[in-house]
């Protein structure tokens, strides 16, 4: 196994329009959560997954954000109508239950023009 | 929100030396991790440590962590160039759902 996988590294899309990101988490872990980042800050928590059930959800996720993990294996964010706030580095990481430490995939940078 | 705050927000210090970050926070925790980043990149996991811990060692790491106080403190000795990048402490409360709460991170520059 490799470790969380992102895709894609990098996007542009234009305000308005859709877009979706995928997570392939590390294939025997159970949780798997997605932050965003902001330039000069730490990751904020936006959305967690406990196998495909999405037990948590930041008040940062808008109504135009939604995730899904429907196998409980990888896992998809997609932004609805993008803004340039939306702007950020999403990143992806999961971990196994019981277990210390989050291990992050490189990260999808949204760029929104 | 960030719960973390780091301490010094930015740090440059020579190779060979040694280099202390400090970590604050607000709540009770049930682990408090550290993580590296570099430019651009994905975090990646350093050293956790327990609440009911107060030290911990990995290799060039050490870790202490003060609850009374709600802080945290990571040590990197005998740096190296390679050291160079953005350090967050992370804690943990526990409970399942709510993920990790990041500080704002150190960037920390090693000068060869």
């Known amino acids: 196994d490799t470790g969380v996988s992102q895709d894609p590294r990098h996007k542009i899309t234009k305000r308005g329009q859709n877009v979706t990101f995928r997570c392939d988490p590390i294939?025997?872990?159970?949780?798997l959560y997605w932050y965003r980042q902001t330039l000069g800050q730490g990751p904020e928590f936006l959305t967690y997954f406990q196998n495909e059930a999405q037990l948590e959800k930041s008040r940062l996720l808008s109504d135009r954000f939604s995730a899904e993990r429907p196998k409980g294996s990888f896992s998809t964010l997609e932004i609805q109508r993008t803004e340039q706030g939306d702007s950020a580095m999403y990143l992806c990481?999961?971990?196994?239950?019981?277990?210390?430490?989050?291990?992050f995939g490189q990260g999808t940078r949204l760029t929104v023009v | 929100s960030q719960q973390g705050e780091e301490d010094p927000q930015a740090l440059s210090i020579q190779e060979g030396e040694n280099a202390t970050m400090n970590c604050s926070y607000k709540t009770s925790i049930n682990n408090l991790q550290w993580y590296r980043q570099n430019s651009g990149r994905g975090l990646v996991h350093l050293i956790l440590?327990?609440?009911?811990?107060r030290e911990k060692h990995s290799g060039r790491l050490r870790v202490t962590l003060d609850t009374s106080k709600k802080s945290s403190s990571l040590l990197i000795t005998a740096s190296r160039a390679a050291d160079t990048a953005s350090y967050f402490c992370?804690?943990?409360?526990?409970?399942?759902?709510?993920?990790?709460?990041f500080g704002k991170g150190t960037h920390l520059i090693i000068q060869p």
């Open positions: 992370a804690t943990y409360s526990g409970g399942g759902a709510d993920g990790l709460t």
């Open positions: 990481a999961s971990s196994l239950e019981g277990k210390g430490g989050a291990f």
């Open positions: 294939s025997e872990h159970n949780r």
């Open positions: 440590i327990r609440s009911n811990e």
